[in-house]
């Protein structure tokens, strides 16, 4: 097996093992093709903001992805969060870069709990005053 560098990406409920090696442009998420997994097009271009913030063309890297959890969107963050820090491990100068585009940093918003007497998180029952 090739060497490759792990890096470990969580978003909201969802949590992303990414595997990056040397390679021919695979780009493999559960088994599925990455353009397949995630459809739409904003999410494929967020995933890639790694590869341009490190000047690294996507056909020179193999990408392999276990996620887990979550909905689209956060499967998609967990996904970019984890390819950044697998480019970091490969190479610690990337780390500059990538944190100036914003990519390293997980982003710690999650679900409010529910509240006892409230349907949600904050949105209360309808006052009545009769």
């Not at 909201?12 to 493999?28: I, L, P, Q, Y």
């Not at 599925?32 to 000047?55: C, K, P, T, W």
């Not at 409230?118 to 009545?128: G, S």
């Amino acid at each position: 097996m090739a060497q490759y560098y792990e890096g470990i990406g969580r978003r909201k409920e969802s949590s992303a093992r990414v595997r990056v090696m040397a390679g021919s442009g695979k780009f493999v998420i559960n088994e599925r093709s990455a353009e397949e997994y995630f459809g739409r097009m904003g999410d494929m271009h967020s995933i890639m903001l790694a590869f341009n913030a490190v000047q690294q063309d996507q056909n020179n890297f193999d990408v392999s992805v276990k996620v887990l959890g979550g909905g689209v969107s956060g499967q998609a963050e967990s996904v970019r969060l984890g390819l950044a820090r697998a480019f970091v491990k490969m190479d610690e100068n990337n780390q500059p870069l990538l944190r100036k585009a914003g990519l390293i940093s997980r982003d710690p918003r999650v679900k409010e709990r529910k509240k006892p007497g409230l349907k949600r998180a904050r949105k209360a029952p309808t006052y009545t005053k009769r």
